[in-house]
């Protein structure tokens, strides 16, 4: 650690419980970054990583991008929270509608975690019911009725304080399994299926072929609402997300802040007979930053972005092409890699997972100028060109020349 970085943990820890303000940064407390530009961050002693991390995905278009913070920054001039409506709002909503392409009504929030409670407790009061179905290994917040260990087959709390009873409602259900997913449905009485279109909080795994179809008859089938938590998948797969990757239209689903270049933004959409309940007061949804100045500025000048120049094929390209290399790499250094998951997010991991797994590749990784998230998936953003993959290819063979050297040495067990 440098001395920079370790005076800013020494502070922090001093105010901060652990260092750090989420939980998820715990095993990187030691990590501090002024900067970032395109595809690129800095940390505090100037250091320059090349990004796969991604602010954890949303930063699709790259960091620092000028026409989205410059039209941020012209409008939150005039002001920033009124309390009350502002016409960048409604243009917010309409251009999200159009891009998505599915959904006639949306409601904007602050995060991810927030918006799938909304989603759950309108299925909720829309059906009448209160069992809830998800997926083992999905991620959908932090909240007391949704936090599970991802490894749970189970629904019981993953943090301490978490009361069991929250989780009283929920069922679990194995990824692609759609005899257990009919079997969950069977007595009728479940308002809502949730699921990741693609599990990306567990390794990178597609739906396989024709389940998604599946689990949309299922629920046609009993009165059950839909929703697809597309926080990770929306606007990444394509500009309308997994509904227009796979061709399967949920009743609700969930957005994150790749709507909005990394701004802080989430958002819930869906049908409007669903979403119209809403409107009427007695469902509650409320949030004072909800739709503020910068959050539907961002998501207005993003959106303009990806529809005037879609990034998906160059997106696609990239991390094909990635992908290929580093697998190539491991293979020459013999150094035992797991490459899966989509060109646009794919998981990177020893195999097999022993002497610190995962922690102990994005450490060496980082060691090398790599930056990605702690659990080893990387995600490709549209500032990643043929530069980025020059120099990754570079630092990845020098980190897995570092990996195999300690395995030689006895200091690491890779095999």
Not at 248 to 258: E, I, R
Request: aromatic residues 6%; glycine residues 12%; charged residues 20%.
């Amino acid at each position: 650690m440098s001395k920079s970085s370790e005076q800013l943990a020494e502070r922090a820890l001093a105010r901060v419980p652990g260092g750090v303000n989420s939980n998820v940064r715990l095993s990187a407390a030691e990590y501090f970054f002024a900067r970032g530009e395109g595809a690129r961050i800095w940390d505090v002693d100037g250091k320059e990583y090349i990004d796969y991390a991604l602010g954890q995905g949303p930063m699709l278009l790259g960091h620092s991008h000028a026409g989205i913070n410059g039209a941020v920054a012209m409008a939150c001039a005039d002001g920033m929270v009124y309390g009350a409506q502002h016409p960048l709002e409604v243009l917010a909503a309409e251009r999200f509608c159009e891009a998505v392409g599915w959904a006639e009504r949306v409601r904007f929030g602050m995060t991810g975690s927030e918006v799938v409670h909304a989603a759950l407790r309108l299925a909720r009061a829309v059906t009448g019911r209160e069992q809830i179905v998800r997926v083992t290994g999905h991620y959908h917040g932090w909240g007391d009725t949704v936090l599970l260990d991802l490894a749970a087959t189970e629904p019981v709390p993953a943090s301490v304080g978490q009361p069991a009873a929250a989780l009283d409602g929920t069922r679990l259900v194995p990824w692609s399994d759609v005899d257990a997913l009919r079997r969950a449905l069977a007595d009728g009485d479940v308002a809502a299926v949730i699921m990741e279109p693609v599990m990306f909080n567990s390794g990178a795994f597609p739906p396989a072929a024709g389940y998604l179809q599946e689990v949309r008859r299922a629920c046609d089938e009993h009165g059950t609402i839909l929703i697809f938590d597309e926080v990770i998948t929306g606007f990444r797969l394509a500009l309308g997300g997994a509904v227009e990757h796979f061709g399967v239209t949920p009743d609700l689903a969930t957005y994150g802040k790749a709507m909005a270049g990394g701004w802080p933004v989430a958002a819930f959409a869906g049908r409007a007979d669903l979403m119209d309940r809403l409107g009427d007061g007695t469902i509650n949804h409320a949030g004072t930053f909800n739709a503020s100045v910068m959050a539907s500025a961002a998501v207005v000048a993003t959106l303009a972005v990806l529809e005037a120049d879609p990034p998906y094929e160059r997106l696609n390209a990239y991390g094909v092409e990635l992908m290929a290399q580093l697998g190539e790499l491991a293979q020459r250094r013999r150094v035992p890699l797991r490459i899966e998951g989509l060109p646009v997010a794919f998981t990177v991991a020893l195999e097999p997972a022993v002497g610190g797994g995962a922690l102990q590749l994005h450490r060496a990784l980082a060691d090398a100028g790599i930056w990605t998230t702690g659990r080893g998936l990387w995600f490709v953003s549209d500032a990643h060109r043929t530069d980025e993959l020059r120099d990754t290819v570079a630092r990845v063979d020098a980190a897995l020349a570092r990996l195999g050297s300690a395995s030689e040495h006895g200091d690491v067990a890779l095999a």
